[in-house]
């Protein structure tokens, strides 16, 4: 029998006690050890739980407790998680986690000291909630060279942006909606200005490129300035706008890395991905595009994902797993200004023939898009490939026109 | 530095030597251990490879050097492979493989073999090429009960389907394309009557449910009596014609296994999944469904797939793997004339008004389809949930009172 330990009794936290429970035996088979929780950590009370007697406010009740061997840390925030995760690692016991803010901003440190105190440092449960993504990325695609990774990691935003594309609502009344349906938080900042999906993005791409990429290296727009008048664009232009968070290896050695909204074709395998699902696709140089689909987050979906590292965890008391990275600087990313991408941009003008003209000037070959019940005084147009430092040259260019420049989204090459 | 073998230089084993030999110092890195290889066994000579050093025609080479801990068995077919397989496995190296015909007929007694020799078995390559789907479903899924497995695991009935659903080719025209390209062999029977997909789906649910249940169990049609009237029927309904290996938990512990075409609904992750591509959907109870989609067959996929499973091993050369199911029986498959579902019949009459009548007097609540330019004497209709039996009884019926049915296809509740 082996004990384990579950810090945070929220949502996630309780699923897991919940997966751990009800599949005592098939769980028990699989590790070839029964699992037992001895403590679930929380500073709040809960006397009406089946498990009340396993409840502590103390933490050095698990720390110094010799017979727990893994640790669920389900509390999320990088504070106190950060404090707690380092001294269990040191103290040899093996952690699981499903807190991306944390791996995201100190994964290379904890890792390191997992590594050197021989326990498992695991977190499939971090990005995409119950897909499995962690695991195949380090080792069923391990003979690969991942050349890309685009992803919608992000349910809610995800849920927003289908709304506003197949429903024709406002940003803010699909935030509502979603608000409402216990998708998006009170305060949704973490999600609609991206920054979950940046978290994702740069562990998925610490662990493909084997260094720490931290979040705030990561150009990262969320989708609050997207307008129904974009969407209408992006249907005319043959696809729809999702919030990707995406990386690639490009030939100087470094990573174009970034989240923000994008143009993808109807035809790409991202672009039916709707609702709060998650996809994610990776691309292998020998493998080619595999993607994975599924619920991104939810109480049993990531808890399952936590429960399976416990699993793994036990069944790997005595060898260390294969997830490592070292740390990592700014000189792995390449500057979002030197990046080169199309883009597409939505104007105002009171003089559309003129405009059209020095948009050529200034942009060289561009395509227009049309749509209809487009007001007299509005364009859009989708550029070549540049780079965002021209990009943003070229617009300033274009407002002492007197052109104002209403929107600019990326448009994906998947 | 590792040494391994690979059996046979088709296209999968070349793809391995190319994919070893183009990432070795990638590969080092990941299985933090050089690996080399030292032989590569084919009947046919190789004298312009620049591997011709390493060939031999003798497999006791590789058996008889214990400097060879892991070798990739790529040859396919039972024989000599089954042979060779328990031979290496009884001497204690690792053995890899993509032959999922071995690994369907003989994998309980190989799994056994190499548990009680204290090596690993792996066969990722096996199903879905280079998709992930053997390590997500025994280790990122461990903590689900998986309550269902429904995958297109065939890609080239999926081509030939595909062209039949958006071109309007025939079946026999389709085909032809298909073995021009390369993606169908010259007798194609292993693909289209559905015997590569029994395999795959035998495997998974060997793997999902802990007991070997062999392929014969599995109820197989393949698609060579789909017509483009049937395709044009599933499009009036709502979907297409995919054909689908699928496997279910039922109540009473025995599972719906099978291969056959469904009607799948146009909303239904599978029903975009097109071309040569493989898309496999996993049920869990706590997860959900989660898809897994990619390139399921080609060179480089499948052996990017064996090599990853090879960098296993080598990580692994101490400790066994997860990979393990035990032997079966027909008691654990749901004899096919129980099963349940829907079903769409497409039938040829004489006199329409009649054969409703009939058929509502036998199959009770029916839903009739209608398509545009569907010849005079022709009808089509879905049936509610009944067993198989029953359907084959009031087809019978109904074939007494003149109609001749022209086709019987499942509908699919995903």
Not at 402 to 408: D, E, L, P, R, Y
């Amino acid at each position: 029998m082996v004990q384990v330990a579950v810090m945070g009794h929220g949502v996630v936290g309780s699923g897991v006690v919940e997966v751990l429970e009800n599949h005592r035996e098939s769980i028990a088979k699989r590790a070839k050890e029964e699992i037992n929780i001895k403590y679930i950590l929380d500073i709040r009370d809960f006397p009406d739980s089946p498990y009340a007697d396993k409840f502590t406010k103390s933490f050095d009740d698990i720390l110094n407790d010799e017979e727990v061997k893994v640790v669920a840390e389900v509390m999320g925030g990088v504070n106190p998680a950060y404090d707690f995760t380092k001294k269990l690692l040191l103290a040899g016991k093996s952690v699981v986690t499903s807190n991306k803010e944390l791996v995201a901003t100190k994964g290379a440190e904890l890792l390191q000291i997992a590594k050197d105190n021989n326990v498992n440092y695991l977190f499939e449960a971090s990005v995409g909630g119950g897909i499995p993504i962690i695991r195949p990325i380090s080792q069923c695609l391990a003979a690969n060279d991942v050349v890309e990774i685009a992803g919608i990691l992000n349910g809610t935003t995800n849920f927003i942006l289908t709304k506003m594309i197949k429903e024709n609502m406002s940003f803010e009344d699909a935030l509502k909606m979603a608000q409402q349906l216990g998708y998006a938080e009170r305060n949704p900042e973490a999600d609609v200005e991206g920054h979950d999906a940046c978290r994702k993005i740069a562990i998925l791409a610490s662990l493909t490129y084997g260094k720490h990429i931290y979040p705030e290296l990561v150009h990262t727009t969320g989708i609050s300035a997207i307008a129904l008048e974009d969407v209408a664009y992006a249907s005319a232009w043959g696809g729809v706008i999702k919030l990707i968070g995406q990386v690639k290896a490009l030939d100087d050695g470094t990573v174009d890395i970034c989240v923000e909204p994008m143009f993808i074709e109807r035809s790409s395998q991202l672009a039916g991905i709707d609702d709060v699902f998650n996809g994610i696709l990776v691309r292998g140089d020998a493998t080619g595009d595999v993607v994975f689909y599924g619920k991104g987050a939810g109480k049993l979906p990531t808890a399952s994902a936590v429960v399976a590292d416990i699993i793994d965890c036990v069944k790997h008391l005595k060898a260390r797993k294969y997830l490592y990275w070292a740390d990592g600087d700014a000189s792995l990313v390449k500057p979002y200004e030197e990046t080169s991408f199309a883009v597409y941009f939505r104007i105002e003008t009171n003089d559309k023939a003129a405009a059209e003209e020095n948009i050529s000037k200034i942009f060289g070959t561009v395509k227009f898009i049309a749509r209809s019940e487009a007001p007299e005084n509005e364009l859009a147009f989708v550029t070549d490939v540049m780079t965002v430092a021209d990009q943003l040259a070229k617009a300033e260019q274009l407002s002492k026109t007197g052109a104002v420049i209403k929107s600019k989204i990326r448009i994906s090459d998947l």
